[in-house]
């Protein structure tokens, strides 16, 4: 009986050893990685990150001065235009109506005006013939020769030439007013008539194209921006405008220093520095909980082939540098409230 209890107590020992054994090995296997690093030197730098969109730093909306019909159109989206290229026209007929018009409004001022001045000479030598009469009616009354009453006939047949040259001039005077009307009249109906040619008033790329051969534009008024035809923009010098949160703006200054990450191009990264930074906060329509961005404008060092404009940006602002620093990696920072 005590040597089964022995062999017994014997097998509980080796079991219980087994067991301490088995957790030790469990526990050598695993254990917990922790990575380590040495503290050193660091250059650190302090990043704002905002999203935004590509746009050309400069971009021309081109909208009718007249309203009519396109006759014309030479560009589709897409195309890369130069400066003063032809891109559409409107009707010109009604305008060219005008202009025919007025050129023969200013041909008849000058056809009157020719011929008051030849009815002045006319007239002029008239008048010396009836001075001469005059003056010898007068001699001859003088004489005796003659009766008053024809030297009154001679006086009054000077008043009345001399009458009627001041009015021939008065009408050239009045004809030459009209003349310079109808020359100004003509110089804007060729101004308008020049509008319905529409060129390209810088280089680039057509955004946009909002009209068809065809339809009909309609000009801007005070209350009425009137019919976009075409947007050109010049993407040889292309923008990111971003939107920076507030907490962040203080940060943000002009000729900061960013690099700018372009969705369509997941590879690359572009150098850039802030150009503006807006002091207003952007407003949203109907947004009442949104938060507070402010507009901030980072210019591109660098030419992007095929960029266009809208394509989504994130620009990572460099606010602050500070060379060989202490530092350790943030993970093995711990936050502590101590109680005293």
Do not use: H, W
Not at 153 to 179: D, F, G, K, P
Not at 326 to 340: D, G, H, L, W
């Amino acid at each position: 009986m005590n040597r089964k209890k022995l062999l017994i107590g014997i097998g509980v020992v080796a079991l219980l050893g087994a067991m301490a054994y088995a957790n030790i090995a469990f526990k050598k296997d695993t254990g917990i990685e922790v990575t380590v690093e040495k503290i050193q030197r660091r250059d650190l730098e302090a990043i704002v990150s905002a999203s935004g969109k590509i746009q050309p730093k400069r971009s021309v909306n081109i909208s009718a001065e007249t309203m009519g019909k396109v006759v014309g159109l030479a560009v589709n989206e897409g195309d890369i235009v130069k400066q003063g290229q032809f891109l559409l026209q409107v009707d010109p007929r009604n305008l060219q109506t005008a202009v025919d018009s007025r050129e023969a409004s200013l041909a008849a001022s000058r056809s009157s005006i020719e011929e008051l001045k030849k009815n002045r000479e006319t007239v002029s030598l008239t008048l010396k013939n009836y001075q001469e009469i005059l003056r010898r009616q007068a001699e001859l009354f003088k004489g005796g020769l003659v009766t008053r009453e024809a030297l009154d006939q001679a006086q009054l047949a000077v008043n009345s030439t001399e009458s009627q040259l001041a009015e021939i001039a008065q009408r050239i005077l009045t004809s030459e007013t009209r003349l310079k009307n109808d020359a100004a009249n003509l110089e804007s109906a060729k101004y308008d008539l020049n509008k319905v040619r529409l060129v390209s008033p810088i280089n680039g790329i057509v955004t946009k194209r909002n009209i068809e051969e065809g339809e009909t534009v309609v000009i801007g008024t005070m209350n009425n921006a009137g019919t976009v035809l075409l947007t050109i923009a010049d993407m040889s010098v292309i923008e990111a405008e971003v939107e920076v949160d507030e907490t962040d703006i203080p940060f943000v200054t002009l000729g900061q220093q960013a690099k700018i990450k372009i969705d369509a191009y997941p590879d690359k990264s572009f150098r850039g520095q802030v150009t503006e930074v807006g002091n207003s906060p952007i407003v949203t329509a109907g947004a009442t909980t949104r938060a507070t961005n402010f507009k901030v404008v980072v210019t591109l060092e660098e030419t992007i082939p095929d960029v266009r404009p809208g394509f989504t940006c994130t620009a990572d602002i460099t606010t602050a540098t500070r060379q060989k620093a202490v530092a350790v990696p943030i993970q093995a920072t711990t936050v502590r409230e101590m109680v005293v």
